[in-house]
């Protein structure tokens, strides 16, 4: 079985609602011109020629809270979440559906989580790596994380930093994409450190977030991160939360194969998680060539990786974790 663990598509009438409302400031172009972001049959053309049985999707970026205000940006949120179930209701046997829940206002996020899972049968809550610019840790967000334990479905880390955030302080923006290329792999590691450095994993033990691209630099630079943290280091502040485990915590994520084919990494990210802890996944239909060299990567470098790994990331993982009992 290959189940694609995140990849991303647009609902029509949400994809017209937003465009409808967005000002011209946001970078909305591949909502425009990526027809399989929202054209179902094309998505399921390419799916059976990838041989991919079943996807779980995800709205793409950018997050509803970086182009609206908090109550724009909630009542987006809701329409996205009632037409991904009812795209998911139309391909029962090809589709899982993610719900869209910007943090921006918490209170409205658990109920919206708690709808979106309990009503609407979507699998958990996309969520990006800041909000507005603020952590994933702060306290106003600790009720989020008990209802997705409680409702016990994972949570999708997604990367966000955009163009308009500068590399050196004498400059406007980012320069040569790098806060695409660069910057959203840190984004990425940064969140996550912030997750268990904080005490959030460690309070948590039943909570499952999956990241995006394999952890980006975590499983590259861990020993530097535990060894800065060990007991009797004082190069930096030690957690505060006696619960904290590093090796233990930076390990409880589940990350994704979007790794442009890069079978090294693949491998560094296999032996660091744990081959129980990567899900393949395309990022569809993100990538040259219309999406396809994104997923025929991550097939390929899937399929370098010993017979007994290749059938647990490619959909063994993914059929424990969503329950798919279906198949």
Request: glycine fraction near 8%.
């Amino acid at each position: 079985m290959r189940i694609d663990a995140f990849a991303h598509g647009l609902p029509p009438a949400f994809r017209g609602a937003v465009l409808r409302e967005v000002d011209e400031g946001h970078d909305l172009v591949n909502w425009h011109s990526l027809r399989r972001l929202f054209d179902v049959d094309e998505r399921l053309k390419l799916m059976d020629e990838l041989g991919i049985d079943v996807q779980i999707v995800t709205t793409p970026s950018p997050p509803l809270e970086a182009m609206f205000e908090p109550e724009a940006a909630c009542r987006l949120a809701e329409i996205a979440n009632q037409e991904m179930a009812r795209l998911v209701s139309e391909h029962p046997h090809r589709f899982l559906g993610v719900a869209t829940v910007p943090l921006v206002e918490p209170e409205w996020a658990v109920a919206e989580l708690r709808r979106a899972v309990m009503e609407l049968g979507l699998v958990g809550p996309l969520i990006y790596t800041h909000v507005n610019g603020r952590a994933l840790d702060q306290p106003e967000l600790e009720p989020f994380w008990v209802e997705a334990e409680k409702l016990s479905v994972p949570v999708w880390l997604h990367p966000d930093r955009p163009k308009s955030s500068p590399d050196y302080v004498d400059e406007d923006h980012s320069r040569y994409g790098l806060f695409l290329v660069l910057g959203w792999p840190y984004e990425t590691s940064i969140a996550m450190a912030r997750l268990v450095l904080s005490g959030v994993i460690a309070r948590h033990p039943n909570l499952d977030i999956i990241v995006h691209h394999g952890g980006g630099m975590i499983p590259f630079f861990h020993r530097r991160i535990e060894l800065n943290y060990q007991e009797g280091q004082r190069r930096v502040p030690m957690p505060e939360d006696d619960a904290v485990d590093l090796k233990r915590d930076l390990r409880r994520f589940y990350v994704d194969t979007v790794l442009q084919g890069a079978t090294s990494a693949l491998a560094t990210a296999v032996d660091f998680f744990g081959s129980d802890r990567v899900l393949f996944a395309t990022d569809m239909p993100f990538g040259p060539d219309d999406g396809l060299q994104f997923a025929r990567g991550s097939i390929e470098s899937i399929g370098q990786l010993p017979p007994a790994q290749r059938e647990v990331v490619f959909g063994d993982n993914a059929i424990k974790l969503f329950g798919i009992d279906w198949l």
